[in-house]
């Protein structure tokens, strides 16, 4: 019983001490600061995995992203499309050896040109058919006699445009051929239309 | 924020560019300087994204390298030859075969125009228009009047002349022209008489 008094004689100057203003010294904030300082510096040993398996908050800009998306999702449908044609391109030679039967003939027909040119010393036929090459050997015409040179040559089926070369120098257009009116290299073409016979 | 933007654009642009640069023809490297075949590649590659065949382009620009020309000059033909490839596909119609659209090409190089091309489409139907355009181009280049040699082919087109029979028709005018015949009336005879004959075998009448 007599301790009752004095315990609450203790706590009411505990209270006033708590209750009362608190000074501190100017110097005192600086001198938890550089205690805090002078503590060694805390590291977090993190590993690779560690780095690749934690969590994080990413921010993302919506039109940014949205673009790298959609250019994302392009790529594949534009590269699955070539992949495919591709590989269907590959196949084709692959089949043709592993079922013969199946090859088709090459599309072109065999063409005749002749022309007239009795000075030449040397005729060949040059078009988009053998890719405008005046020293391409199976379009080098012969000399048949009487000035008259010719060749017969196998020409895709189609639409195509070609001349003479005579003497590797003077283009000349196939007088019997329907000319093409084509100056842009300011040397005359001729056409020719080649059927796939039936 | 600016650099990042920046950065996704040109990785979205790579990412459409890069499946679309295929291997470019061996043949132009082998005959271009290197700044032609650059350019030369660059027009290739615009007409196979716009779906436009590119032999004709390629074959373009070999025909000017076999025949000399400058560089720039063969840039300017191959670009020419791209719009004007343009020009005939519209008029021919998405479905045109690579052989039609240069066949309108000579077409419109000897002065046809792009309304004729559509009616001489129309007037074949669903039939090929790659050798009644070549004929027409030919009767243009023999001095036939431009607005003649298209009525011409259009009402032969529309008779349902074959293709055989416009190759007939073509050296016979040509044959015609040679010995000395005006070409107008050469080529307006020559269609009369095979209109006649088509007639007689169940082709339709010249209107």
Excluded: C
Excluded at chain 1, 82 to 105: E, G, M
């Amino acid at each position: 019983m007599r301790d009752e008094p004095e315990g609450r004689f203790v706590i009411g100057e505990v209270a006033r001490e708590l209750r009362g203003s608190v000074s501190l010294s100017a110097s005192f904030d600086d001198g938890v600061m550089a205690a805090i300082r002078a503590l060694p510096a805390h590291r977090r040993q993190r590993t690779v995995w560690s780095r690749l398996t934690t969590p994080k908050t990413v921010t993302i800009m919506p039109l940014s992203w949205g673009l790298l998306a959609a250019g994302l999702v392009l790529f594949a449908a534009l590269g699955a499309a070539h992949a495919y044609a591709d590989l269907h391109r590959a196949a084709k030679p692959i089949a043709s050896a592993l079922f013969p039967a199946v090859k088709k003939p090459v599309p072109s027909q065999r063409v005749q040109f002749v022309l007239v040119a009795p000075d030449a010393k040397k005729v060949a036929v040059v078009g988009d058919f053998n890719g405008w090459d005046r020293s391409h050997a199976g379009y080098q015409a012969q000399h048949r006699g009487g000035g008259v040179w010719s060749v017969t040559a196998p020409v895709p089926i189609g639409h195509h445009r070609y001349s003479f070369v005579v003497d590797d120098s003077v283009w000349v257009a196939d007088p019997t051929a329907p000319r093409v009116v084509d100056n842009d290299f300011g040397m005359p073409n001729s056409a020719i239309v080649v059927e796939e016979q039936k | 924020m600016k650099v990042v933007a920046g950065r996704v654009f040109a990785i979205v642009l790579f990412l459409i560019a890069a499946p679309v640069v295929r291997a470019q023809d061996p043949r132009l490297a082998a005959r271009l300087d290197k700044p032609t075949f650059k350019a030369v590649n660059a027009i290739v590659d615009s007409a196979r994204l716009a779906r436009l065949p590119t032999a004709p382009l390629v074959d373009k620009a070999l025909e000017g390298a076999a025949k000399g020309s400058d560089g720039p000059n063969i840039v300017a033909a191959v670009h020419q030859l791209s719009i004007r490839m343009g020009s005939a596909r519209r008029q021919l119609g998405p479905g045109s075969s690579a052989d039609e659209i240069k066949a309108a090409v000579s077409a419109l190089d000897a002065g046809v125009s792009v309304h004729d091309l559509a009616l001489v489409r129309a007037a074949a139907g669903k039939r090929s228009v790659t050798m009644p355009l070549t004929v027409l181009a030919d009767l243009i280049g023999r001095q036939v009047p431009v607005a003649t040699a298209t009525n011409l082919v259009i009402q032969l087109t529309r008779s349902g002349v074959k293709d055989a029979e416009f190759a007939l028709f073509q050296r016979n005018v040509r044959a015609d022209v040679d010995r000395g015949a005006d070409p107008t009336v050469a080529a307006t005879t020559r269609a009369r008489g095979l209109v006649l004959r088509t007639a007689g075998t169940g082709g339709k009448p010249l209107h």
